[in-house]
């Protein structure tokens, strides 16, 4: 997957609002193709396990709660440099700081229930696309 493809989900925050064909859509008009994609929802084991890498910070058990607590819209992206342009269009973490365009401007409400996940390198799109999907699921 290195490269040219990325992983995504919108959290909990996103998905109870309804923000998930607005996400889609900028998503789309940025020049991302989805390659998988599925509403899901993490137990609090499999969000601990995908966020296993923030086990020592004082906010994982905060983000484990938030993130098993409705669905998310897991999916892989397609685009070349996927990782660093999803990164831009997605934003700053705190949509206080995000740019104007970005998708944590438009939708997200705070550094906690900030709409989005995008992968922060392609080891990790490759890791985290693997863990929500198989090969069969990719298109």
Known sequence: MAG????????PDAVEKNNIGGILEMMNAAGFRVVSMKLTQLSAAKAGEFYAVHSERPFYGELVEFMSSGPIV??????????????????????????????????????????????????????????????????
């Open 74 to 139: 897991a999916a892989i992206l397609e685009k070349e440099n996927a990782v660093e342009d999803f990164r831009k269009l997605i934003g700053a973490t705190n949509p206080a700081n995000a740019e104007e365009g970005t998708i944590r401007k438009k939708y997200a409400e705070s550094m906690g229930k900030n709409a989005v996940h995008g992968s922060d390198s392609d080891e990790n799109a490759m890791i985290e696309g693997n863990f929500f999907f198989s090969g069969l699921e990719r298109f």
């Open 4 to 11: 040219k493809y990325t992983f995504t989900m919108i959290k």
